[in-house]
Every structure is written in C-alpha cells, then in structure tokens.
C-alpha cells in the first residue's frame, strides 16, 4: 500500500530515534511506537458521593471581643481564617463581626443570641441545613451541615464560663478543690449542653457530632501523671475534659498528639503574659463514621504582639466516611 505523507514523516522520525538510541547506547524498549504515540490514560476522579471518606477542615477560635477589633486587627483575623481555609469555623466572641467575616471569607453562618451580636458562632462552607438551640445562646449553638458526600454532621460552638480562674487557683488549691472549684460553673454548663443534645448525641454513629470552641478548663489528659514536672506537681482529674470523656467523645488535638509532655498544643495565651501556658480550646467528636486526621495550631508565640487574639486558633483536619 502506498504511504501518505503522514505515514513517511512518522516512519522518518521513527527511524531517527532508533539510530539516536544506538548511537547513544539508550534503551530500546522505551522508545517502541507504542510507548511515543499512546496517550496517557485518563482516570476519571472518584465523584464525592462515591469516595468512601470526605476530608473536612474544622476551626475553634476565639477570635478576642469582636466587637473591639480594630481594621487592622480584624483584617488580620481575616487573613489568618482565609490562610488555614477551614470548612467549618466554630466562633467565640464574634460580637457584631459575623456577617462580615462571613461575607469576607465565603461562608454561611450561624449565629445566636442577639442576632450579629452573639457570642458563639458557626460558619459553614456547606449548607447549613438546620439551626439547634442549646443551653443557654450566649454559651452555645449547633447546626446541622449537609457535607457533599451526602452524609450529615452536627457541630455546637461552646464557650464556658471564665471563672472562677482555675490559672489564678493552681498554685494554691489541692487537686480536689480544683475539681470542686468547676462544679457551680463550667462543669454544670457542659452537662447542660450535653442533656440538650442527648437525642444527636445517641444518633452519632448516623449523624455525627462535634462540640468546638472555647473551654476555659483544662483537659485531664493534660494534667495526668507524665505531666506532673509541668503542673506544679499536681494530677487533676479536671470534670469538663472527663465529662466530654464519659459522653463518649474524642479530644481530637490529643487523638493525634497523644503524648502531652511532648506536645502540649496550648492555646492559653498567644498575647499576654502568662505564668502557666495551658490548653482551653478544643475539637470534641463523636460518631464512627468520624476520625481526626491533623491537628494544627495557630498562635505559638508567648506575647505575639502580632497574632490577633489572646486565644491560638485550633485546626482539626477531620475524615467523615
């Protein structure tokens, strides 16, 4: 059969990288014309619905009186959100700010007790399907998120009372009468929370849960036996880390950094001077469709003048099949 054009040019070139692969002592196989003419496969991407875990970025943060927070502040909350790019963002101290934040960093949201002006927020890159009372608005609310891989999740913002300031009572109070000191504030605020969301709670094996946000307690896994040296010798068995424990929840920073003498991960307090560095914020979960894959925190510098709140930002990579 007589050769086009094409068919001559192909067979020339052929040719020609057969005698460069002599001459250059290279290797045949790689250069047959089914490895030079044959196009890469093309792999199709798994669609969301089909992929058997969906990665979701999830932040606690208490972003410091909102309300407050200059242009130059506020622009540098802003730029820290929009730089670790998180899913979910579980707000304390919004003040006014959430529309704004929301309209800034492409979210929906959430927000409680007094519109704008509450204190606990959730923003969502995904749909925010339901809105949930719980406890008291100015310590808490929670949202049902439609994820992309048709699964749904549960997320409460928390914050806790400040006092009494258990970082003031550390170095005088037995380990008991720290316990004892959490029970009228904190420790009943976070069984209320809990009692209010019984129902999702016993549900997260479907649906899971995550309670984020601003604690203001210690978690007993940091004050255990390994970390008496730092803890002026003290093992406390703080009641707001155990109940969450006992409610079947998993502390995620501590899911992934297990070892707290080596990894403390405080974020009390990246601004002022502080005579104890603890751990306050947290990422709390429940369900076993779900599991922490990274933790990161934002804030690591004992009196940045820089960073834009008294609180570090906590960054929980989260896996939900």
């Known amino acids: 059969m007589r050769k086009n054009s094409r068919q001559i040019l192909e067979t020339a070139a052929f040719a020609a990288v057969m ?14 014309p089914e490895k030079t ?36 502040r506020f622009g540098r909350i802003v730029s820290l959100i929009n730089h670790a790019k998180p899913d979910v963002l579980c707000m304390v101290e919004t003040y006014g700010r959430a529309k704004e934040i929301a309209e800034q960093c492409d979210f929906d949201y959430y927000t409680v007790y007094g519109g ?28 049902e998120i439609q994820l992309p891989n048709e699964r749904k999740i549960i997320v409460c913002t928390v914050w806790l009372h400040y006092l009494p300031d258990y970082l003031k009572n550390i170095y005088t109070h037995t380990p008991e009468q720290l316990v004892a000191d959490e029970k009228k504030t904190r420790h009943a605020e976070i069984l209320k929370i809990l009692k209010d ?40 068995r703080w009641p707001v880390s155990k109940a969450m424990e006992n ?4 502390d995620a920073y501590r899911e992934i950094y297990s070892d707290a003498q080596m990894q403390l991960g405080w ?11 603890d751990r306050i914020d947290y990422v709390y979960y429940r369900g076993k469709p779900i599991k ?18 008294d609180h570090s930002a906590l960054l929980i990579t989260l896996s939900v099949k």
């Open 292 to 309: 922490a894959q990274n933790a990161t925190v934002f804030g690591t510098v004992v009196q940045d003048k820089a960073f834009p709140s």
């Open 19 to 32: 005698l460069m692969c002599v001459l250059t002592g290279g290797c045949f196989q790689c250069c047959t």
């Open 116 to 143: 704008d002006m509450g204190n606990v927020s959730v923003f969502s890159r995904y749909p925010i399907t339901e809105e949930i009372a719980v406890f008291n608005a100015f310590n808490s609310g929670a949202v």
């Open 37 to 72: 003419t044959q196009a890469e496969p093309v792999v199709s991407q798994p669609r969301l619905d089909d992929a058997e875990s969906l990665e979701i970025k999830l932040m606690a943060w208490n972003i410091w009186r909102g309300q407050d927070a200059d242009a130059k």
């Open 267 to 277: 974020t009390w307090s990246p601004m002022w001077e502080v005579k104890h560095l």
């Open 197 to 236: 969301l019984d129902g999702y709670i016993a549900n997260a094996d479907e649906v899971p849960v995550i309670l984020a946000g601003d604690f203001n307690s210690p978690s007993h896994l940091d004050w255990g036996e390994n970390c008496k040296d730092r803890n002026m010798g003290k093992v406390v």
């Open 247 to 250: 409610a079947g929840f998993t």
